[in-house]
């Protein structure tokens, strides 16, 4: 959940993925969780590089143990375990056609679902931009000026 900002800094691909691995290891120092984290990297720079976001997953899920997920629906509970949450994150990505479709279908879910939710609006929200999110979901941002400039920084960093 919090290392989409890595993709967003980094343009050099092999930058990304070392500092993902690094910043996953950091609390879960775990094979899986890195897999989870660098697939959701490697999604966002392909978003970042123009691709569609069915188009990127599909890149990035063949030959894992994600692949399945692109025609059947996880049969995991949404419970918080990386794996399971990225399976719903994935399904959530490739069924719902709206930002806020994502969201509201991964926060409804119950359990984790606000993480699945935050994951997967990330990259959705990376997809169609801050301009085209819904505008009673942008009024609830604390801070939003602020964040506004953080923003703007994080892109002159990946410049």
Request: hydrophobic share 45%; charged share 25%; glycine share 4%.
């Amino acid at each position: 959940m919090r290392c989409l900002p890595i993709a967003l800094a980094y343009a050099d691909q092999e930058k990304i993925e070392e500092v993902t691995v690094l910043h996953s290891n950091m609390t879960h120092h775990d094979d899986q969780a890195a897999e989870a984290c660098l697939i959701y990297n490697r999604i966002a720079s392909r978003l970042l590089h123009g691709e569609k976001l069915p188009a990127a997953i599909r890149q990035e899920v063949v030959h894992t143990r994600y692949e399945p997920l692109l025609t059947v629906e996880p049969s995991c509970p949404p419970d918080g375990y990386v794996v399971h949450t990225m399976s719903w994150v994935l399904h959530w990505l490739l069924r719902c056609e709206s930002f806020e479709d994502v969201v509201i279908s991964a926060a409804n879910m119950g359990e984790d679902s606000d993480t699945i939710a935050a994951i997967a609006g990330g990259l959705k929200g990376l997809e169609v931009g801050y301009r085209q999110l819904p505008s009673r979901f942008k009024e609830k941002i604390v801070c939003a000026d602020e964040l506004e400039v953080l923003a703007i920084q994080l892109a002159n960093v990946r410049v």
